[in-house]
């Protein structure tokens, strides 16, 4: 493998068909971070290589689904009482060239994945995928085709041992956990809402991989209303001790934006500076473990102005160097693009939530066990007692 270097951004305007019309699953949320990243002269950095995506054929899309699955999607725009296949439901409408546009983002983000492996850059991002409830036989939540699986699909395929995926966004990273639950060269990690109370209903403690690769799922539960303090807890006492101990070659993320305070769809109370702060935590996992090799996709956001093009901007920027200082302001024809793409939106004027305030870092500060624990911290036990002794590690000790 040659000595990677620099960050391959996988981006080009076709990947914004990839649109249900009117839904919560905007496609102006990646033209708005592409249009702010671009202001603020991240895409521009020494060493960032933007690539055009290329549409994944249906080999490649086969790897993962199924061809009963395939087909239906391919003719399902041109049948208006098409039914099946989690088809023409409220959560995933067809569209017309619905299989053109998703195998779209599939290729792209197999071109990140191919860009990291093939040491042609350290880092890989494409902000458009990242579409982690498709199954292999349907789609789902907003998901047409799973391109986190498809691609690390293809990692394992030139080569790789040892992969970990870990999951931000605040729904459970359901499909990519299906597709790798039996397979112990896939380490899937996702922290989310509890299924008690948001879709999709899985993502327990308990869900801790197959037959075949047990302890190879992890899943940490978080009760509605977690803030900051209790996520960023949860990071720190569960990803970073499971990844050392499973030694991947590198780093895949799924980096949804909807665990925010304003998102509409779920009720976790994130900050964009905890979301800024949970990307430099995986970069500086990614570095300490995996040579520094992490490919990173986007996921949900509906928020669609008001968070999503910051918090994705941030993590082009953490993928491409130096971190945006969170006072920076936003510039005024990005504000101006997002009026004239949502009208009547309130565009954010500073990359942070907390202008002049308080300022997250990243806290490295081990997890201790003790005292009276609070719904975070039951949280966190359920998790480790569940799956750290399948992985050779102490669920009560704080250095792991």
Sequence with gaps: MAEPAGTTVVWGPALLDYDFGDHPMNPVRVELTIALARALGV???????????????????????????????????????????????TDDPVFSHMHEASALIVGASVAAAEAVWSGA??????????????MPDRASGFCVYNDPAIAIRRL???????????????HHGDGVQHVFYDDPRVLTISLHETPYALFPGTGFPGETGGPDATGTAINVPLPPGTGDAGWLRAFHAVVPGAVRAFKPDLLVTQCGADAHRSDPLADLRLSVDCQRTAYLAV???????????????????????????????????????????????????WRALAQARVPGSYPPVRMTDFPGGARLVLDHTPWEPTGEPDAVDRAILATRRAVFPLLGLDPYDPRD
Excluded: K, M
């Excluded at 055009?52 to 699955?69: G, I, K, M, N, Q």
């Excluded at 080569?159 to 970990?164: C, E, K, L, N, P």
């Excluded at 992490?294 to 130096?322: D, S």
């Design 43 to 89: 895409l521009d950095r020494p060493g960032v290589r933007i690539v055009e995506p290329r549409s994944a054929d249906d080999a490649t899309l086969l790897t993962v689904h199924t061809p009963e699955y395939l087909s239906a999607v391919q003719v399902a725009p041109s049948d208006p009482g098409f039914t099946g296949f989690g088809l023409n439901t």
């Design 121 to 134: 850059s350290l880092r890989a991002v494409n902000v458009a995928g990242g579409l982690h409830h498709a």
């Design 156 to 170: 394992l395929d030139r080569g790789a041992d040892r992969i970990a995926y870990v999951d931000l966004d605040v």
């Design 283 to 333: 970069r500086g996992l990614a570095d300490a473990v995996c040579g520094g090799r992490w490919v990173a996709y986007g996921g949900g956001g509906y928020a669609v102005v008001e968070v999503v093009p910051r918090a994705w901007t941030h993590l082009l920027a953490v993928a491409t160097g130096e971190p945006i200082d969170p006072d920076t302001a936003t510039p005024a024809e």
